[in-house]
């Protein structure tokens, strides 16, 4: 859903002669999808993590119909608010337009992909296992953290808020 306003040239409130809002313009989008399909895996009564960035090693034998889970609703809106401003050098028309772009405006936590064998993002269920708290339970607190760390892939999620501020040339 892509909503957007624009005031021309001498529109909007007037200050003093001047119309501050004069070719001032916002944009809004939502952009939302139901999730994305996926296998849900057995876990492995192992280690998960073996390779540099393969998770191969999560499982290979499925729990439920070959893509008959699904990953959470995500949603994200966006906004963008610019400004022209026109001015004639030697004869020619020009613009600049300034804009404030702001990405996932509500910041909103989006869940893009998830591990096969627990449905989240943020955890393979390897520790949900008889193996897995004993491993836990054996390691040190550094060993604890790593793993964690290990587990919360940045691929799973989607953008956090990103502001962009920038100006545009028109010759």
Same mark, same amino acid.
Request: proline share 4%; net charge positive; aromatic share 18%.
């Given at each position: 859903?892509? &909503?957007?306003?624009?005031?021309?040239? @001498?529109?909007?409130?007037?200050?003093?002669? %001047?119309?501050? =809002? @004069?070719? %001032?313009? &916002?944009? #809004?989008? #939502?952009a939302? !999808?139901s999730? +994305?399909? $996926?296998?849900? #895996?057995?876990?492995? !009564?192992?280690?998960p993590?073996?390779?540099?960035?393969? +998770?191969?090693? =999560?499982?290979?034998?499925?729990?439920?119909? *070959?893509?008959?889970?699904?990953?959470? /609703? !995500? $949603?994200? %809106?966006?906004?963008?608010?610019?400004?022209?401003?026109?001015?004639?050098?030697?004869?020619?028309? +020009?613009? *600049?337009? =300034?804009?404030? /772009? &702001? $990405?996932?405006? %509500?910041?909103? @936590? +989006? *869940?893009?992909? &998830?591990?096969?064998?627990s449905?989240?993002?943020?955890?393979?269920?390897?520790?949900?296992?008889?193996?897995?708290?004993q491993w836990?339970?054996? *390691?040190? @607190?550094?060993?604890?953290?790593?793993?964690?760390?290990?587990?919360?892939?940045?691929?799973? /999620?989607?953008?956090?808020?990103?502001?962009? =501020?920038?100006?545009? #040339?028109?010759?």
């Open positions: 859903l892509n &909503v957007d306003y624009r005031l021309g040239k @001498e529109r909007g409130p007037q200050l003093m002669g %001047f119309y501050p =809002l @004069e070719n %001032f313009g &916002v944009n #809004m989008l #939502m939302f !999808n999730g +994305n399909p $996926y296998t849900r #895996m057995q876990i492995y !009564n192992t280690f993590f073996d390779g540099r960035y393969d +998770n191969d090693r =999560l499982s290979e034998t499925p729990l439920s119909g *070959v893509m008959a889970e699904m990953t959470p /609703w !995500n $949603y994200r %809106f966006d906004m963008k608010l610019d400004r022209r401003f026109n001015f004639n050098i030697a004869g020619f028309q +020009n613009s *600049v337009t =300034l804009y404030f /772009w &702001v $990405y996932n405006l %509500f910041n909103t @936590e +989006n *869940v893009r992909q &998830v591990f096969q064998t449905g989240l993002p943020n955890s393979t269920g390897f520790l949900t296992t008889t193996a897995g708290q836990y339970n054996s *390691v040190s @607190e550094d060993i604890k953290q790593k793993y964690s760390m290990r587990t919360w892939d940045y691929n799973h /999620w989607g953008i956090p808020r990103q502001m962009r =501020l920038g100006l545009k #040339m028109h010759f």
